[in-house]
């Protein structure tokens, strides 16, 4: 439906939403929403870094300090809520990050939402800074070093003014943005992560990168209370059977969860996502923002930063979805996932007619994200989600996503994209035609 054929909205429904506040890293139906944005309107958020910064601060509680979700006006649970990521906006000058260790001792069962003091036994302490390294995290009570993490390997990354190349930094840059923390992470003023700059890491030193940046995180409140780096098939898995407060079983983690952590680094400007309404007003919500990552984090951790983000927002009614649908933009579609060419259509359309076929199916890209314990189950997931969505059988998106797609990793060990062409009458059935037609073009009709 376009947004000009919805109904009102309510009086109390905003244009534009602004957030610039956090949560103590918990989502669920306990979090009040901001808000509501109208149907098709647009939210702002200035969003702080992601992994590492809340994994040495154990009073957030979710292993990411994201940003208050807000409601979408209309938006009920069955419905889905397409987020056009409009714009990313790096505003850190450097960051730190690299392979993590859990300090044993220092954590209930898990290090990234049930943190201890060693000293105290203080849970989810609070904590101050005390100098630079890795020790410098200390317990506001008892003074203990109770970072929950430290790493293997690691390194401080500095940006040029553009935010579009990096270079890793020797250990006295990194000591010196280290001292000023804070201001080179860009926090902003309502975070209350200790910055990752602090530990000034340097094993990798003048390896130079490009910056593309893209939410780790983004997406729809879950039904049940989840820490919010969990909320995703494969971390969230490390719920289930858990000895602290946040354990769900297997099966109310499948219905509840909304797998709003992807670490897919199409989720980046441009595109179009999909996600699942499993609480009223859907509650979208972003943090994790990383300058660059390539496929499957496969360090664990990536480049996290501060910035600006605004998204539109648009209700898709009843859509019935239990995970998120990306429509990438087109530079990041695997290769035969792409839209045929004229050139390549017209040959394909010719070999067609030797074998008396008189056109071609119309199809267009779309992605279905999958999660699980490990690769193979998100791999099955995505592909049972998008039989479901497409109403055709799993062998058929396999063979779909074989010929004509890719399975793409987005994070290691357990989320995963089902990329393929869907045809184009299974797209309009479900209403989401016009996403695929808004990001890759018309299919050409009749042939």
């Known amino acids: 439906m376009a947004i000009q054929d919805k109904p009102q909205t309510t009086a109390q429904a905003h244009r534009t939403v602004f957030v610039d506040t956090f949560t103590d890293g918990l989502l669920g139906p306990d979090v009040p929403l901001l808000g509501p944005v109208r149907d098709g309107g647009y939210i702002v958020w200035n969003s702080t870094p992601g992994c590492w910064g809340p994994m040495i601060t154990p009073s957030i509680r979710g292993g990411h300090e994201v940003c208050r979700p807000v409601a979408v006006d209309g938006a ?56 630079i390294g890795d020790t410098a995290v200390r317990c506001a009570s008892c003074g203990a070093d109770c970072t929950p993490f430290t790493f293997t390997n690691g390194y401080t990354i500095a940006f040029d003014e553009a935010h579009e190349v990096g270079v890793t930094l020797p250990r006295e840059r990194a000591e010196e943005l280290a001292r000023d923390a804070a201001r080179a992470a860009a926090l902003p ?4 992560q200790n910055p990752i700059l602090t530990f000034a890491p340097h094993d990798l030193v003048a390896l ?44 109310d983690l499948q219905r509840h969860k909304t797998d709003g952590h992807l670490d897919i680094d199409a989720a980046r400007a441009g595109a179009v996502l999909v996600c699942p309404v499993k609480v009223p007003g859907g509650g979208v919500y972003v943090g994790d923002m990383h300058a660059l990552q ?17 998204l539109q927002v648009e209700v898709v009614k009843g859509l019935g979805i239990d995970g998120p649908v990306l429509f990438p933009v087109a530079e990041d579609l695997p290769f035969l996932a792409r839209p045929l060419s004229d050139d390549e259509r017209t040959r394909a359309l010719a070999l067609a007619r030797r074998y008396g076929m008189p056109a071609l199916e119309e199809s267009l890209p779309i992605s279905v994200v999958g999660t699980g314990p490990d690769l193979n189950s998100a791999t099955d997931n995505g592909l049972a989600r998008a039989a479901e969505l497409l109403d055709m059988p799993v062998p058929e998106v396999a063979n779909r996503a074989t010929i004509s797609g890719a399975i793409e990793i987005g994070r290691h060990p357990g989320v ?28 050409p009709r009749g042939g």
């Open 294 to 310: 390539g496929d499957g984090e496969i360090a664990g951790h990536t480049a996290d930063v501060a910035g600006t983000v605004t």
């Open 416 to 443: 995963v994209q089902v990329t393929f062409r869907a045809p184009v009458e299974r797209l309009e059935r479900r209403g989401l035609l016009a996403y695929a037609v808004e990001q890759y073009g018309e299919v």
């Open 189 to 192: 003023d309502n975070s209350v």
């Open 208 to 251: 130079a990168t490009r910056l593309r940046p893209f939410l780790g995180q983004i997406g729809t409140s879950p039904s049940a209370t989840i820490p919010d780096s969990h909320n995703a098939g494969d971390f969230g898995a490390f719920l289930v059977g858990a000895p602290h407060r946040y354990a769900m079983n297997a099966q």
């Open 76 to 131: 009920e649970v069955g419905d889905a809520i397409a987020i056009r990521i409009k714009d990313i906006s790096v505003t850190s000058i450097a960051t730190a990050s690299g392979n993590d260790q859990p300090m044993e001792g220092r954590f209930n069962g898990d290090p990234y939402c049930a943190a201890v003091c060693p000293g105290c036994g203080t849970e989810w302490p609070e904590t101050r800074l005390d100098g």
